[in-house]
């Protein structure tokens, strides 16, 4: 059972440029997370999807960043017009149905690294 | 809101000697607890979780982390420190209540030495 896969593992990016970073969830699981970590911090939530579906995009910035995970294929985090400060490591999670009362662990993927030049 | 803090920013120990790296969150019902380690340019590995039951939960590696619900606290233990441990080690928390994200520390970079 392959783990939480995205690519690109590295994206170079010059500012202004869009930035498409993909996660594939491990088989069987129908949420994702995407975390951003920024040089020398810590991982900070960004949103959480399901198929077709936002949850949760307490975390996003309010302009330039998108997220979607359509009924088919891999969740896409976008950000669009990249700035310098955007260079960070973005690691996507995956998890079965969370229910009510009751946790799934998330997994995580290995991150992609973006560098805005 | 639940947060995680490390108070420790960097720790040095000597290869062979014990270990003991600090984790404290806020949370007000029982969360479910993580330790992640990160090598540099590296991906996330977890070491250990605490979801319900014993307080003192077993890892790979050789590590081990004690929940303490009085103390608000999951730190995390290795008896001897061996030079690959040198690494990022994240606490995290995570709860229903809390929409499923997981809050993370800000890290403790760990540095053995010879």
């Known amino acids: 059972n392959a783990g939480v896969m995205q690519n690109p593992r590295h994206l170079v990016r010059r500012r202004g440029q869009e930035a498409r970073l993909r996660c594939s969830p491990m088989k069987g699981h129908s949420h994702v997370y995407w975390y951003r970590q920024l040089p020398e911090e810590g991982l900070k939530f960004m949103v959480y999807l399901q198929k077709e579906n936002i949850i949760d995009e307490s975390g996003m910035p309010k302009e330039r960043f998108s997220a979607e995970f359509p009924k088919e294929g891999p969740s896409i985090l976008r950000i669009q017009q990249v700035v310098r400060g955007d260079s960070a490591a973005y690691f996507c999670?995956?998890?079965?149905?969370?229910?009510?009362?009751?946790?799934?662990?998330?997994?995580f993927g290995p991150g992609t690294r973006l560098t805005v030049l | 809101a639940q947060s995680v803090t490390q108070p420790d920013i960097h720790i040095t120990v000597s290869e062979g000697a014990s270990l003991e790296l600090r984790c404290n969150y806020s949370y007000g019902a029982t969360p479910y607890l993580f330790w992640y380690v990160q090598s540099p340019g590296q991906g996330l590995q977890l070491l250990l979780k605490y979801f319900s039951g014993d307080t003192l939960v077993q890892g790979i590696k050789g590590f081990e982390a004690e929940f303490k619900r009085s103390q608000s606290s999951f730190n995390l233990r290795k008896p001897s420190v061996h030079w690959s441990d040198a690494a990022e080690y994240f606490c995290a928390v995570a709860a229903v209540t809390g929409g499923f994200k997981t809050i993370f520390g800000a890290g403790t970079r760990l540095f053995v030495k010879a």
């Open positions: 999670a995956s998890s079965p149905r969370q229910g009510i009362g009751s946790y799934n662990e998330q997994f």
